[in-house]
């Protein structure tokens, strides 16, 4: 079963540094998300994309974040200037069409460490 | 701010019992999703409720939307060790936005 690949499973940065977290999503896809869950907390939504543009962002996902869908495949989140607190597990997240009628596929995460 | 309150946070059972988690909200959701994540995975989604008072069986498990769509409840029956695991819930209002609840962590020992 096509599965959403996040690269890479672990990195880890110094405060302050630039970060772009991979993610491949399933190829026939269309909606693309971005989520994070920061230990022992709720997974928290962030960013939806859909058709090159970013549909609806969190309060969270402010002028530090960005994403880009640079090819035909790939899918990432940029975070600028990191900070501790954004030290958690980064899931990339697509489906087919709007997730009434398809489920959210979650890729493995990527836990980003923040020193 | 859209809140979805789960419970139990933490369930620690004997195989063979049943339980049930609840997850609470004063919001109305177009839909809510439960889904099981595995240490080091993300979440994988095990079932969708849409309608009102709806219910959706997936083997020992029964999913119910109440009827005003603003809470939903898991119900494992005689559970198994296989069974452990976290349990989110999480409510969408608008198209892959989802509100996902704390989760409950549950552990069924044999």
């Known amino acids: 079963e096509p599965e959403v690949t996040q690269t890479p499973s672990h990195q880890v940065t110094q405060m302050g540094q630039e970060v772009i977290l991979r993610c491949v999503p399933i190829?026939?896809?269309?909606?693309f998300y971005w989520y994070r869950q920061i230990l022992g907390q709720k997974v928290e939504f962030l960013v939806s994309?859909?058709?090159?543009?970013?549909?609806?962002k969190s309060e969270i996902f402010d002028d530090q974040f960005s994403v880009e869908r640079p090819d035909g495949s790939n899918f990432t989140l940029k975070i600028r200037s990191t900070k501790l607190e954004d030290s958690a597990m980064y899931f990339c997240?697509?489906?087919?069409?709007?997730?009434?009628?398809?489920?959210?596929?979650f890729g493995n995460g990527t836990r980003l460490t923040v020193t | 701010t859209q809140l979805l309150e789960q419970s139990p946070q933490f369930l620690s059972i004997q195989e063979g019992e049943n339980l049930t988690v609840y997850c609470n909200s004063s919001?109305?959701?177009?839909?809510l999703q439960w889904y099981r994540q595995e240490p080091g995975e993300g979440p994988v989604l095990l079932v969708t409720?849409?309608?009102?008072?709806e219910v959706k069986k997936l083997k020992r498990l029964t999913f119910q939307f109440g009827d005003a769509r603003k809470d939903s409840s898991l119900h494992i029956t005689a559970a198994q060790p296989g069974d452990t695991g976290l349990y989110l819930c999480?409510?969408?209002?608008?198209?892959?936005?989802?509100?996902f609840g704390q989760g409950t962590t549950l552990q069924v020992k044999p």
């Open positions: 997240a697509s489906t087919r069409e709007s997730t009434y009628n398809s489920p959210l596929h």
């Open positions: 190829s026939n896809h269309l909606y």
């Open positions: 994309f859909y058709n090159n543009e970013i549909s609806e």
């Open positions: 919001s109305v959701f177009s839909s």
């Open positions: 409720v849409v309608t009102g008072g």
């Open positions: 999480a409510g969408e209002r608008d198209t892959g936005k989802l509100i």
